[in-house]
C-alpha cells in the first residue's frame, strides 16, 4: 500500500507533493479547531468558575477519546482502507466546535470536547497514511509536512483566542466550524486521490510485512519509542494547558500577553517538526531523537527559574528542541513495523493525545494542590527520562528517494 508512490515522473512526484501540502493544510486547520479548546481554558475557567482539576478532565476528555479510538481506527483502515473517513472526522470536530461555543454548563463542554477527539482520532492515522504515500519514499520529509501544519494550526489557536475569542466571547468559537467546511471539501479531493491510488496498488505487489529485527528487539524499541512520547508529551501537556495560568501567576502578564507566550512555545515547536524531517532523512532518525530528547534537558531545568525574558527565549528554544522529535519517532516505529502505517500512525498520535491528557489531568490536581510553579519545576525533571535513547536499535536506514516503504 505505502509503495503506491513513485518518483518515477515529475508529474507524479508534483501531484504527490500537492497532496502532501493538502493534507498538512488540513491538518493545520483541524489543530487549530483543537488548540481553541485549550486556548479558551482561561476563558470558560471564568465563565462556569472551574478549578485546575476541571480543566485537566476536560483536557484528560478531548486527548483520551482520540487516544482510545486512534490505534482502533489505525489497525482497521491498515486491512479496509477508507479514504473518505477523512472528510467525515472533520464533521465530527466541525460539531465539537459548536457544541463548545454554546455550551451551557460543563456536561456540554465534555462532550464538545470529546467530538473534537473523535475528529482527531479519524483524522489523524489516515492523513498520516496519505502523506507516507504521497512521499514518494522521503518519509521524513513527508511526515514533517504533514505535522508542520498540525503544529502550525496548534500554535494559531491561542493567537486566534487572543484577537477573537477573548473580545468576541466563548460564542465566537463557532465561526471557525468555517474552516471545518473548508477542510471537509479539500480532504474530499484527497480522498478522491487516495481512492485511485489504492485501486492502482491492488494490481502490484504487497509490500513485505517482514520485520527487520528479531520480534523481542521490535518489541523493546516500540516500548522505548512509547515511553519517550508519553514524556514528551506530558511535557509538552503542561504547556498547552497551564503555560498561560503560570506567566500570569508568576509573572502577572495579561491573559492576552500570556497567550503570545504560548504562541512563541507552539510556533517554535512548528518550526521543531519541520527541521526534524529532513534532518532524518539526511542523517537517521535516531540521531534525531538522541539530539531532541537529550538536547532540551538543561534549558527545561532552566526554565521554572528564568526571568520573563528568559522564560520567553527558554520555551523558544525548548520547543525547537524537543518537537522536531515527533515525525522522527513516528517514521523510526513505521520502519520497525513494516506495511502497519495506520496501526502506527493510530498508536503514536493517539497515544501523544492519551499520554497528554492523563499527564494534564494528573498535573491539575497537583497545580491545586501544591501551586502552579511547584509543577513547573516538577516537569522540569521529566526530559531526563530521553536517556532511554540508548536502548534503541541501529536500523540500515536508506533515507531520501532510494528506497519507498
Same mark, same amino acid.
Given at each position: 500500500?505505502?509503495?503506491?508512490?513513485?518518483?518515477?515522473? %515529475?508529474?507524479?512526484?508534483?501531484?504527490?507533493?500537492?497532496?502532501?501540502?493538502?493534507?498538512?493544510? @488540513?491538518?493545520?486547520?483541524? %489543530?487549530?479547531?483543537?488548540?481553541?479548546?485549550?486556548?479558551?481554558?482561561?476563558?470558560?475557567?471564568?465563565?462556569?468558575?472551574?478549578?485546575?482539576?476541571?480543566?485537566?478532565?476536560?483536557?484528560?476528555?478531548?486527548?483520551?477519546?482520540?487516544?482510545?479510538?486512534?490505534?482502533?481506527?489505525?489497525?482497521?483502515?491498515?486491512?479496509?482502507?477508507?479514504?473518505?473517513?477523512? !472528510?467525515?472526522?472533520?464533521?465530527?470536530? @466541525?460539531?465539537?466546535?459548536?457544541?463548545?461555543?454554546?455550551?451551557? %454548563?460543563?456536561?456540554?463542554?465534555?462532550?464538545?470536547?470529546?467530538? *473534537?477527539?473523535?475528529?482527531?482520532? *479519524?483524522?489523524?492515522?489516515?492523513?498520516?497514511?496519505?502523506?507516507?504515500?504521497?512521499? #514518494? =519514499?522521503?518519509? /521524513? +520529509?513527508?511526515?514533517?509536512?504533514?505535522?508542520?501544519?498540525?503544529?502550525?494550526?496548534?500554535?494559531? =489557536?491561542?493567537? &486566534?483566542?487572543?484577537?477573537?475569542?477573548?473580545?468576541?466571547?466563548?460564542?465566537?468559537?463557532?465561526?471557525?466550524?468555517?474552516?471545518?467546511?473548508?477542510?471537509?471539501?479539500?480532504?474530499?479531493?484527497?480522498?478522491?486521490?487516495?481512492?485511485?491510488?489504492?485501486?492502482?496498488?491492488?494490481?502490484?505487489?504487497?509490500?513485505?510485512?517482514?520485520?527487520?529485527?528479531?520480534?523481542?528487539?521490535?518489541?523493546?524499541?516500540?516500548?522505548?519509542?512509547?515511553?519517550?512520547?508519553?514524556?514528551?508529551?506530558?511535557?509538552?501537556?503542561?504547556?498547552?494547558?497551564?503555560?498561560?495560568?503560570?506567566?500570569?501567576?508568576?509573572? /502577572?502578564?495579561? $491573559?492576552?500577553?500570556?497567550?503570545? +507566550?504560548?504562541?512563541?512555545?507552539?510556533?517554535?515547536?512548528?518550526?521543531?517538526?519541520?527541521? #526534524?524531517? !529532513?534532518?532524518? %532523512?539526511?542523517?537517521?532518525?535516531?540521531?534525531?531523537?538522541?539530539?531532541?530528547?537529550?538536547? $532540551?534537558?538543561?534549558?527545561?531545568?532552566?526554565?521554572?527559574?528564568?526571568? +520573563?525574558?528568559?522564560?520567553? $527565549?527558554?520555551?523558544?528554544?525548548?520547543? &525547537?528542541?524537543?518537537?522536531?522529535?515527533?515525525?522522527?519517532?513516528?517514521?523510526?516505529?513505521?520502519?520497525?513495523?513494516? #506495511?502497519?502505517?495506520?496501526?502506527?500512525?493510530?498508536?503514536?498520535?493517539?497515544?501523544?493525545?492519551?499520554?497528554? /491528557?492523563?499527564?494534564?489531568?494528573?498535573?491539575?490536581?497537583? $497545580?491545586?494542590?501544591?501551586?502552579?510553579?511547584?509543577?513547573?519545576?516538577? @516537569?522540569?525533571?521529566?526530559?531526563?527520562?530521553?536517556?532511554?535513547?540508548?536502548?534503541?536499535?541501529?536500523?540500515?536506514?536508506?533515507? /531520501?528517494?532510494?528506497?519507498?516503504?
Amino acid at each position: 500500500m505505502a509503495s503506491v508512490t513513485s518518483s518515477g515522473s %515529475d508529474q507524479a512526484n508534483k501531484t504527490a507533493f500537492a497532496i502532501i501540502v493538502a493534507v498538512s493544510f @488540513c491538518h493545520l486547520l483541524n %489543530d487549530i479547531m483543537q488548540s481553541l479548546l485549550t486556548a479558551i481554558y482561561p476563558v470558560i475557567k471564568d465563565n462556569y468558575q472551574l478549578d485546575y482539576t476541571q480543566i485537566g478532565i476536560l483536557t484528560f476528555t478531548f486527548q483520551v477519546t482520540a487516544s482510545l479510538l486512534q490505534p482502533l481506527i489505525g489497525i482497521i483502515t491498515d486491512r479496509w482502507p477508507m479514504p473518505y473517513s477523512l !472528510p467525515v472526522g472533520m464533521l465530527s470536530t @466541525c460539531t465539537g466546535l459548536i457544541t463548545l461555543a454554546f455550551a451551557h %454548563d460543563f456536561s456540554m463542554l465534555l462532550i464538545g470536547a470529546s467530538l *473534537i477527539g473523535l475528529g482527531s482520532a *479519524i483524522f489523524h492515522p489516515e492523513s498520516s497514511r496519505v502523506a507516507r504515500l504521497a512521499s #514518494g =519514499g522521503r518519509h /521524513g +520529509l513527508a511526515q514533517s509536512l504533514f505535522q508542520v501544519g498540525g503544529n502550525a494550526g496548534s500554535a494559531m =489557536g491561542p493567537l &486566534l483566542a487572543a484577537f477573537i475569542v477573548l473580545p468576541y466571547g466563548q460564542g465566537s468559537v463557532a465561526w471557525f466550524s468555517l474552516a471545518a467546511l473548508i477542510g471537509f471539501f479539500v480532504l474530499i479531493r484527497v480522498g478522491k486521490w487516495y481512492s485511485e491510488s489504492y485501486r492502482s496498488a491492488m494490481h502490484r505487489t504487497a509490500p513485505s510485512r517482514a520485520l527487520p529485527l528479531p520480534r523481542r528487539q521490535v518489541i523493546w524499541a516500540l516500548l522505548v519509542l512509547v515511553l519517550l512520547t508519553t514524556t514528551k508529551n506530558v511535557y509538552m501537556a503542561s504547556f498547552s494547558s497551564y503555560f498561560t495560568f503560570y506567566t500570569i501567576e508568576r509573572f /502577572g502578564v495579561s $491573559v492576552q500577553n500570556s497567550q503570545l +507566550l504560548l504562541f512563541l512555545f507552539l510556533g517554535a515547536s512548528a518550526a521543531g517538526v519541520f527541521l #526534524g524531517g !529532513p534532518i532524518g %532523512d539526511r542523517f537517521g532518525t535516531r540521531f534525531v531523537i538522541w539530539f531532541s530528547i537529550l538536547g $532540551v534537558i538543561p534549558f527545561a531545568l532552566l526554565l521554572p527559574y528564568a526571568s +520573563l525574558f528568559w522564560t520567553a $527565549v527558554l520555551t523558544v528554544i525548548i520547543g &525547537l528542541i524537543f518537537s522536531s522529535a515527533f515525525s522522527n519517532i513516528v517514521v523510526f516505529a513505521q520502519e520497525l513495523v513494516p #506495511g502497519r502505517v495506520g496501526m502506527i500512525a493510530g498508536v503514536f498520535f493517539g497515544f501523544a493525545f492519551g499520554a497528554g /491528557g492523563v499527564g494534564a489531568a494528573l498535573l491539575g490536581g497537583y $497545580v491545586d494542590l501544591y501551586g502552579i510553579e511547584f509543577v513547573y519545576k516538577l @516537569c522540569s525533571y521529566f526530559p531526563l527520562l530521553g536517556v532511554l535513547t540508548i536502548f534503541l536499535p541501529r536500523l540500515s536506514e536508506s533515507r /531520501g528517494a532510494k528506497k519507498a516503504a
